[in-house]
T-cell receptor, first 112, second 113 residues
Framework: GEDVEQSLFLSVREGDSSVINCTYT??????LYWYKQEPGAGLQLLTYIFSNMDMKQDQRLTVLLNKKDKHLSLRIADTQTGDSAIYFCAESRSTGGFKTIFGAGTRLFVKA | DAGITQSPRHKVTETGTPVTLRCHQT?????MYWYRQDPGHGLRLIHY???????DKGEVSDGYSVSRSKTEDFLLTLESATSSQTSVYFC????????????FGPGTRLTVT
């Protein structure tokens, strides 16, 4: 079945790079997403990558996709305390009406 | 900001009472979704709508019903709330057939005592 898995916690020091990892099982995934959730707020779409791409960069964010291993990662360069949040990986398929499956989320702690 | 509001933002209710949560959008988006968020589970789809009066079940629909009589409003009803329905509920929209991204409302925290 469809499943998206992430590690639950990550702790980094301010100024270091953070790498949040995700694995998924659906080989027909069309889009893969990273969402950010700050305390008491909804999910904010950070970035997404189309399944035929290997990498996407957007300012401090770099998304890497290894389709063979069904592995997605989000790298945050120069991590700041404002990056402390829960990060959700998700995937959807165009053939499934873009039904979106979410991981359980990775809580990122940034130490000053 | 996709123009999504949810009401109420917080609610405490007793077991066995009916509860209705409202999602309101201002931009005429066709697709609307209700999710629940629980620790360790991420977001799970309850119901979704693909137009006025057109709805379908998600993976955790038992105990929930929905209605969409106007494009802008998508209502989630718990007919008889149970403690297992204590959760944070999020509404989301998708802008159209060719758009794949979902945008989320601020959430409703529901506690069933």
């Amino acid at each position: 079945g469809e499943d998206v898995e992430q590690s639950l916690f990550l702790s980094v020091r301010e100024g270091d790079s953070s790498v949040i990892n995700c694995t998924y099982t659906d080989s027909s995934s069309t889009y893969l997403y990273w969402y950010k959730q700050e305390p008491g707020a909804g999910l904010q779409l950070l970035t997404y990558i189309f399944s035929n791409m290997d990498m996407k960069q957007d300012q401090r964010l770099t998304v890497l996709l290894n389709k063979k291993d069904k592995h997605l990662s989000l790298r945050i360069a120069d991590t700041q305390t404002g990056d402390s949040a829960i990060y959700f990986c998700a995937e959807s398929r165009s053939t499934g009406g873009f039904k979106t499956i979410f991981g359980a989320g990775t809580r990122l702690f940034v130490k000053a | 900001d996709a123009g999504i509001t949810q009401s109420p933002r917080h609610k405490v209710t007793e077991t066995g009472t009916p509860v209705t949560l409202r999602c309101h959008q201002t931009e005429n988006h066709r697709y609307m979704y209700w999710y629940r968020q629980d620790p360790g589970h991420g977001l799970r789809l309850i119901h979704y709508s693909y137009g006025v009066k057109d709805t379908d079940k998600g993976e955790v629909s038992d105990g929930y019903s929905v209605s969409r009589s106007k494009t802008e409003d998508f209502l989630l009803t718990l007919e008889s709330a149970t403690s297992s329905q204590t959760s944070v509920y999020f509404c989301a929209i998708r802008q159209g057939d060719s758009r794949h991204e979902q945008y989320f409302g601020p959430g409703t925290r529901l506690t069933v005592t």
